[in-house]
């Protein structure tokens, strides 16, 4: 369930829309099924009528020295364009079906007077002031949203809501700019930029008195929150049955990293460090949260910004561990020279060089060999400005060395829930007693996606549960060893729970009980 968004808002909500709408001074006009003469300048009217067909191809009748039954609920003057202003204003005006015109025409499109403009088609009487009348046959195609909604409300195809002026600026600075094919384009692009949001999982266990972990979920570059819901599965509550998830929508749907937004990129007023540290506040004071037990996970662009947390000097320690998969993580190497197999430093582009707060950080990485978009063997120059992208063995071996750990991994085979992909798991750490601190699976053979069955068939398994375990053993790094396979033999492990949990080298999937449930949260309330 989903009941609370925590909005920012960094671009101010346009609540007015800028068109230019230039004035049509020689009104085309197209008339068919008789001419109405009283439009040809003739001081008095002297035909009934004719059809007539206006800029935006709408049909009127018209009538001339005919008023209309019914009451006007609007007039509007001229512009010194005769009759034929009645007609582009009616067009602008929601709703206006029908108008009399009282006023001269000293020309074709000249002349000056009111226009009483309706909204409901009425009977033709004589009425000699007034100069002509009209109903609407059919409607034109009105032009979005200027001028027809000019001084109302807009509702663009992406579902923003827009009040319309036309004809004005808007005062404020300018953020971002682009060339959109029109302004409903404007209106989407513009709502994207003001989407920086994150939609709150809350547990279906979460107890106002008890503190529950907090997941930060971020998805790939142009996903949604939405999108990394769907994903990962957090809100299954076998799969999560502890944590409040944050889906967080990036602003203009990338994070920092990605060397298109921020902050080299367009977007290079976005503070995106900034704004995780806003939501963390924010979280923290609306909920009941275990701030020891604060994980980030992400996919693709979202992944990467796993790496720029897990740098930063403070954000890695507020977090506990990181679960980025095919985390697409640039370095701040300029392109085109560097090997992505010894880059250095591996950086990030928000980074330097990456100081994490603490030599301990728990970091798993899932990738797939055959990653399309994060080449797992790196890419010397990708994005824009183009940046080095390491090959991830070196990404991961980095991340073991800066911490301290001995080079050598603990390699296992797992289960793959595809016969034609494989799962090799690799964990560092054991030399200092924390065998899996960095632990990264190689999925052979699978692609730039979150591996889950559910939402992808061909999964070589399901992430989440492997991240939700993660988490909880790592969580508390005084912990004794949670699995050393020289102590142990293979295929035995403790869990967060203090159980003893066994396996031969195949994959488990932890589908806990009720019971089991029950008793994971239990022990998170004991904390
Ligand atoms: C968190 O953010 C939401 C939405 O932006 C706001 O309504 C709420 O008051 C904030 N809560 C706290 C404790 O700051
Ligand atoms: C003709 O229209 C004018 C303007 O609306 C109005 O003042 C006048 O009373 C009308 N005359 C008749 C005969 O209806
Ligand atoms: C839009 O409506 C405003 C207020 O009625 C008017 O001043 C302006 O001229 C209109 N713009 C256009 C382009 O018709
Ligand atoms: C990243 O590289 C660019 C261009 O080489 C440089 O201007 C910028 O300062 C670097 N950023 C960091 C955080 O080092
Ligand atoms: C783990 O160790 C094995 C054996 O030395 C090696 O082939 C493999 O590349 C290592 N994996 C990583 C991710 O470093
Ligand atoms: C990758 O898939 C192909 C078939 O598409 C298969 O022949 C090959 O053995 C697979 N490789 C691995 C490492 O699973
Ligand atoms: C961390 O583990 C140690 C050793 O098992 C234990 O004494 C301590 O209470 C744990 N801390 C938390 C916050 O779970």
Redesign the pocket.
């Known amino acids: 369930m989903t009941i609370h968004s925590f909005w920012r808002r960094l671009a101010a909500l346009a609540v007015s829309a800028t068109a230019v709408y230039a004035q049509t001074s020689t009104p085309s006009r197209t008339w068919t099924g008789g001419v109405a003469t009283c439009t040809n300048g003739l001081a008095t009217p002297s035909s009934p009528g004719g059809t007539y067909s206006d800029n935006y191809g709408a049909l009127w009748n018209v009538e001339c020295g005919q008023?209309l039954t019914g009451a006007a609920y609007t007039n509007l003057g001229t512009n010194n364009q005769g009759i034929y202003s009645c007609f582009q204003n009616c067009d602008r005006l929601v709703g206006c079906t029908a108008f009399?015109y009282?006023g001269t025409v000293t020309g074709v499109s000249s002349g000056s007077g009111h226009c009483?403009h309706r909204t409901q088609a009425g009977s033709y009487?004589?009425?000699?002031?007034?100069y002509a009348a009209a109903n609407l046959i059919s409607n034109g195609t009105p032009q979005l949203p200027c001028p027809y909604y000019n001084g109302t409300t807009f509702t663009n195809s992406d579902g923003s809501v827009w009040q319309v002026f036309c004809g004005f600026d808007v005062s404020g600075t300018t953020i971002s700019g682009g060339s959109p094919a029109d302004m409903p384009g404007c209106m989407t692009a513009c709502n994207a930029l003001i989407l920086e949001y994150v939609d709150i999982y809350i547990l279906e266990f979460y107890n106002i008195n008890s503190a529950s972990p907090l997941i930060f979920a971020f998805p790939g570059n142009g996903e949604t929150a939405t999108n990394i819901e769907g994903e990962t599965g957090l809100d299954d509550s076998i799969v999560n049955p502890y944590a409040v998830v944050a889906y967080v929508n990036g602003y203009a749907l990338g994070f920092a990293s990605n060397p298109a937004y921020s902050p080299q990129g367009q977007y290079s007023f976005v503070d995106d460090i900034g704004f995780i540290q806003a939501l963390i506040t924010n979280i923290t004071s609306s909920y009941c949260i275990d701030t020891g037990r604060i994980f980030a996970t992400g996919h693709s662009n979202g992944g990467g910004f796993c790496g720029v947390l897990a740098c930063h000097p403070t954000l890695s320690n507020t977090f506990a561990a990181f679960a980025p998969n095919s985390g697409a993580f640039y370095t701040n190497n300029t392109g085109g020279s560097q090997d992505p197999t010894t880059v250095e430093p591996v950086n990030t582009p928000v980074e330097a060089l990456c100081l994490p707060g603490r030599n301990n950080v728990p970091i798993l990485e899932f990738h797939g060999t055959n990653d399309g978009t994060i080449s797992y063997l790196g890419t010397g120059n990708r994005g824009s400005p183009g940046k080095v992208v390491p090959s991830i063995p070196h990404w991961v071996q980095d991340w073991v060395l800066r911490q301290g750990y001995d080079s050598t991994n603990y390699t296992t085979s797992l289960t793959s829930l595809n016969v034609y992909m494989q799962v090799t798991r690799y964990q560092f750490g054991g030399d200092a007693g924390q065998l899996g601190i960095i632990t990264h699976y190689m999925l052979s053979n699978w692609t730039h996606n979150w591996p889950n069955p559910a939402s992808t068939s061909s999964s070589p398994l399901n992430a989440a549960p492997i991240v939700m375990d993660f988490f909880y053993r790592w969580t508390n790094t005084t912990r004794p060893p949670t699995y050393n396979p020289l102590e142990h033999g293979l295929g035995v492990f403790v869990d967060f729970l203090g159980n003893i949990q066994y396996y031969d080298g195949f994959l488990i999937v932890i589908q806990p009980s009720d019971e089991q449930q029950q008793l994971r949260q239990y022990a998170i309330i004991n904390a």
């Open positions: 008023d009399a009282i009483y009487y004589l009425n000699n002031t007034v």
